[in-house]
């Protein structure tokens, strides 16, 4: 047949009509009206012995099979001609009506010869396929896709899949859950991959003429060269010729015709500089590499498009080839694509690779391994894309880390360079040309260019505002696109006052996670030099002032951190714009969303900070329930019940490490949400294991960990740590005017009660005192032992000179050991008193008498203590404190309310718990605190 069919003509094209061995295929080859070509059609998966079977056709369940006893092997087809019509099933081609390139497929040895087909309309994975007359089958176009790869395929070279035309991505596969039944399944797997062998001596000989004449036009991969693979096809093709037709001599033709195909060797001297497409080896999915820093959800789209999407400038790359300057034996790559990036991957942004020259598997099966370990993930996506990743763990052995090079000529294309003219190099970066040519609409930097097939003209082009810079004109000549753009005094003002603006509103910010005051105050007087300037007098040296401290006051990691004995609240954002509370429900710690979160689930939220090393940032954090915070983990192995509280301190899983959160960490992608993280830290613990890891949630805020920070549709690690009130700050009031000796004597110039659900270390200048007995009108005072305030236990807290006490969490301090204590507390919740209930308030008399006294019904702030007397005989309205010698009496006085809470708010009619210094109103009055 002199022909060539439509399906060789489809693999023949290529790029400069000629195409690479990887994308080459001879065989099958079509029938028509005066030829007709039969094949056997083995398996070429890892179960190779396996052929198509005439068993279980027409009238028997129509079923297409394959024949399963695998040891048999090729013997099934070797032994003579009757022995094969059998077992094996022989199947020819005929190109479909459809002009599609597709085929029909027509059994040749069953007693009545039959279409292969199926009649599902949208077939599905797990499908079978059958047998039909002639044009019953609904649907019997398939699309023979040929693929090729290294002998470790287990099975002969070259293989194809056989895809339905109703799924393009479903092929004959040898199904091997039932009944020995071929149904449509995957093109990636195993078994989806198929021979197709000669079965007679004519398809034989036609498979030698077609080898033959190709052999002339098969180029290898670029890059590299056939091997000596050419005498060993060579002879086969003799053998095979000279010979009657056996099954041996087809497959030893195959075999050696798939060896020529792949059997390469690097030539360093084919590669020259040019214009290239990226190819990676994974086929399972798109092949081709790009990148977009112009699309419009995310500024950062790296990932493969199918070879027919690569045709405009971001999926094609100018390379250029240099040995290493300090290392001969590794070649350096200069990578730009067409909008003048280089490759993009998740973590890193490549203008050069690297190919390591005396590893033979970085330069083998003509593909590439680059050092950076360029890898096709197959999780993972950005917008709706599949991301780049570095992975060099995963080596050369990866297909995934394996790309090969595809030359784009050029020869009859315009190339048109973009060039920025009149700006600094720093800004002439973001410089950018949007061209609309020849029915697509593409980008370049200062740098990228453009292949067109017309001419450009400037009508069809805009250049990007650059701040500070007028566009003065673009003109096009000699291969170049030129943007000249000029200063104005009108326009760096402009420029100026955009970046006053968000300077002012950084600044807007403040608190845990935000700039040190200096670095504010840093930032606060480049602004004022910024504002001395007009449209008149606006320079480029004071748009890169304001714009140089803008930026390093939004990148520094000098953020303000949590102090010692304050209050934070930690929220996690996600990238939906989702805030959700770690707050702790019913001794678990849990999550929900910040917005609906109440009064209560706020103080269950609320950790206490004790400062472990500020330098290193290393805190731990206790909660209203005495608990420390811990790691929660997915797995469950975090510790104490992988609860996320551990009920006492152990630096090695309560010590939290936070750090600031920077664009670009690991699986941080989220471009375009920086300003709303700003602020955000990223808290790091330990696993049950040992090992440290990151606190993360998913998007639906259930718990989970990493070894790096997330921000992406699926996880967060971005942490909100807000302050808020907490009452460990203990008021001491003052003892003047009491005239009590034994006061004056222990120095209490001032005191106050206080208690805690958490043991809490004395400040320095502070005494703490329990009270041991109680009659006859008096309490006796005796002072705590060393240590630390226990948890939960009411205590009297005194000074000679401070007005107020911060209680700090204990870590790894003792606490004191003290003896009966009438003291009763309200640690971590407001206590009601009922009238009558022998509870005593210290508080002052009219007289200014510090003391104890009745309590009448009312409610005892939180974090309190009182003097309960209800298990003693003692009838007094007041106790005086015996703090040693003899105590002053007091004049007895009425049973008083107990302390309640006061009803605060601030100025803009807010409720608040503990007023700081400003203007308040206090139970209907202003009052200023101080």
């Known amino acids: 047949m002199k022909r060539t069919s439509t399906f060789l003509l489809s693999l023949l094209l290529g790029l400069g009509g000629v195409t690479t061995a990887s994308a080459q295929a001879l065989i099958p080859a079509a029938s028509d009206d005066t030829n007709e070509y039969v094949y056997y059609v083995k398996c070429a998966g890892s179960n190779n012995g396996y052929f198509l079977s005439k068993n279980n056709y027409y009238g028997s369940g129509y079923a297409l099979t394959y024949y399963e006893e695998a040891e048999a092997g090729d013997s099934l087809c070797m032994e003579s001609a009757s022995t094969a019509s059998s077992t094996c099933l022989i199947v020819k081609l005929v190109a479909s009506d459809t002009g599609d390139g597709s085929y029909n497929i027509y059994t040749t040895n069953l007693t009545t010869n039959l279409q292969i087909g199926y009649n599902t309309e949208t077939p ?66 195993t078994d989806s991959h198929w021979n197709f062998i000669p079965a007679n001596l004519a398809t034989l000989q036609k498979a030698c003429d077609d080898i033959e004449a190709a052999i002339e036009t098969i180029i290898p991969p670029y890059g590299f060269t056939f091997s000596s693979d050419l005498t060993a096809l060579q002879s086969a093709i003799t053998t095979a010729r000279d010979n009657d037709y056996s099954y041996e001599n087809a497959i030893a033709l195959l075999d050696a015709y798939g060896d020529y195909l792949t059997d390469y060797i690097f030539d360093s001297t084919i590669l020259t500089d040019g214009y290239y497409k990226i190819v990676s080896k994974a086929t399972s999915r798109y092949e081709y590499l790009f990148n977009d820093d112009f699309y419009s959800s995310n500024t950062s789209k790296y990932t493969l498009l199918s070879n027919t999407e690569v045709t405009t400038n971001n999926g094609i790359w100018k390379l250029t080839f240099t040995t290493n300057s300090d290392d001969e034996t590794i070649m350096d790559v200069a990578v730009l694509n067409g909008q003048g990036t280089g490759v993009r991957t998740t973590s890193n942004y490549h203008t050069t690779l690297n190919i390591d020259l005396d590893d033979a598997a970085s330069t083998a099966d003509g593909y590439f391994y680059f050092t950076q370990g360029i890898n096709c ?86 250049a990007s505002s650059v701040a500070g810079y007028d566009v003065e004109n673009i003109t096009v000549s000699d291969n170049e696109i030129v943007v000249t753009y000029t200063q104005s005094s009108a326009s760096l003002y402009a420029a100026i006052q955009e970046v006053i603006t968000s300077a002012e509103a950084l600044l807007a910010y403040d608190g845990v996670g935000y700039p040190t005051d200096a670095e504010r105050e840093t930032l606060q007087a480049a602004i004022s030099e910024a504002r001395g300037y007009d449209d008149t007098n606006a320079t480029t040296t004071a748009l890169t002032a304001i714009q140089t401290a803008y930026n390093t006051y939004y990148t520094t990691t000098e953020v303000k951190m949590p102090e010692d004995g304050k209050a934070y609240t930690f929220t996690f954002q996600t990238m939906a714009g989702t805030e959700y509370l770690l707050y702790n429900n019913a001794g678990t710690y849990a999550t929900m969303d910040a917005s609906t979160a109440s009064e209560s689930d706020i103080l269950s939220a609320t950790l206490i900070c004790r400062v472990i090393d500020a330098d290193a940032g290393t805190f731990a954090f206790v909660n209203n329930s005495g608990n420390f915070l811990v790691l929660i983990n997915s797995s469950s192995d975090g510790y104490d019940d992988n609860d996320g509280n551990a009920a006492e301190y152990a630096s090695t899983y309560c010590d939290l490490t936070l750090a600031k959160l920077v664009s670009g960490m690991n699986t941080y992608t989220a471009s375009g949400y920086d300003d709303e993280l700003f602020g955000c830290f990223y808290v790091r613990g330990k696993r049950s294991g040992g090992d440290t890891r990151t606190f993360i949630i998913s998007s639906s805020g259930s718990f989970n960990t990493s070894g790096s920070p997330y921000f992406n549709s699926s996880y967060t690690s971005a942490i909100f740590i807000e302050e808020v009130s907490y009452p460990n700050t203990v008021t001491l009031n003052s003892t003047e005017g009491m005239n009590d000796a034994t006061m004056s004597d222990a120095g209490v110039n001032y005191i106050g009660t206080f208690s805690a659900p958490f043991a809490t270390v004395l400040p320095d200048g502070v005494s703490a005192y329990y009270v041991s007995a109680a009659a006859d009108g008096v309490a006796t005072v005796t002072a705590l032992g060393t240590g630390a305030v226990p948890a939960n236990t009411g205590v009297l807290l005194t000074s000679a000179d401070q007005t107020s006490a911060l209680m700090v969490p204990v870590t790894n301090e003792s606490v004191a050991a003290m003896g ?54 003692s009838s007094a309205n007041s106790l005086v404190l015996n703090f040693g010698g003899t105590a002053t009496s007091i004049e007895g006085v009425e049973a008083t309310e107990a302390e309640t809470d006061k009803v605060i708010y601030d100025l803009s009619g807010r409720s608040v718990k503990n007023a700081q210094k400003g203007l308040y109103i206090v139970n209907g009055k202003k009052v200023i605190v101080k």
């Open 124 to 189: 599905s994975s797990g499908a079978y396929i059958g047998y039909y007359e002639e044009g019953q089958a609904t649907y019997g176009d398939w699309f023979i896709q040929y693929n090729v790869t290294e002998n470790t395929i287990n099975g002969y070279t070259p293989y194809y899949n056989v895809v339905a035309s109703g799924a393009t991505r479903l092929s004959w596969n040898r199904y091997t859950s039932g009944n020995n039944a071929v149904r449509l399944y995957s093109i990636d797997h």
């Open 377 to 462: 993930t197959n999780s993972g996506y950005v917008g709706d894309y599949l991301r780049i990743v570095n992975w060099t763990a995963g080596g050369a052995s990866k297909s995934d880390n394996r790309w090969q090079l595809v030359k784009v000529d050029v020869s009859n294309e315009n190339v048109y360079t973009v060039t920025a003219s009149g700006l600094d190099d720093a800004t002439a970066s973001s410089a950018y040309v949007t061209y609309t040519h020849d029915d697509v609409t593409e980008n370049a930097y200062a740098g990228g260019f453009f292949i067109s097939s017309s001419t450009p003209t400037v009508d069809n082009m805009t």
């Open 820 to 873: 009966t204590n009438l003291l009763g507390n309200s640690a971590g919740a407001d206590l009601a008193i009922e009238s009558n209930s022998d509870k005593y308030i210290l508080t002052k008399n009219a007289d200014g008498k510090i003391a104890f006294y009745l309590s009448g019904a009312g409610t005892l702030s939180m974090n309190k203590a009182y003097l309960d007397l209800s298990s003693s005989t």
